[in-house]
C-alpha cells in the first residue's frame, strides 16, 4: 500500500483523537455556563461530555493502532476503517441538527473536524 494512505489515516486518526483530547479539559466550564441547574443535570452533562470525548479519542486510537500495528491493507484494518468513518459521519450528522445550532463556535466545528477526520480515514482506506 502506498504511503500516502498510511498518511491519510494517521492524519484523520490524529485529528479526531486531538478533538477528543480536546472535550476533556473544558468539562467544568461547560456545565457551570448551564447556569443554575440541578446536581444530577450537572452529573449527564459533565457524563455526556466526557463520553464524547472518551469515544473520539477511542475511535482516533483504535485507527492509529491498527494502521501502526496491524497495517493499512489487511481486511481487518479495513473493516476497522470503514465502520470509524461511518461512526464519524454519524457524528457529524448528530451535531449539524444539535451542538452546531448553538452559537458557541466550538460547537459548530464539531461537524466539520468529524466529517474530514471520517473522510481522511475513507480515503486512506480507499487509495
Known amino acids: 500500500m502506498d504511503m500516502i494512505n498510511t498518511i491519510l489515516l494517521i492524519i484523520g486518526a490524529v485529528f479526531v ?3 477528543g483530547i480536546s472535550h476533556l479539559f473544558p468539562t467544568k466550564s461547560v ?40 497495517g493499512p491493507e489487511e481486511a481487518v484494518s479495513k473493516l ?3 465502520i470509524c468513518s461511518v461512526m464519524l459521519f454519524g457524528l457529524a450528522i448528530l451535531s449539524l441538527f444539535t451542538g452546531a445550532k448553538v452559537a458557541f463556535i466550538v460547537f459548530k466545528l464539531c ?8 473522510i481522511l480515514i475513507l480515503a486512506g482506506s480507499l487509495l
Open 31 to 70: 456545565v457551570k455556563d448551564f447556569g443554575d441547574i440541578s446536581q444530577d443535570n450537572k452529573y449527564i452533562i459533565t457524563m455526556e461530555w466526557i463520553i464524547e470525548g472518551f469515544t473520539l479519542i477511542f475511535i482516533g486510537l483504535l485507527v492509529l493502532l491498527v494502521t501502526l500495528l496491524g
Open 80 to 82: 476497522v476503517y470503514w
Open 17 to 19: 483523537l486531538l478533538w
Open 111 to 118: 461537524p466539520v473536524i468529524f466529517t474530514i477526520s471520517g
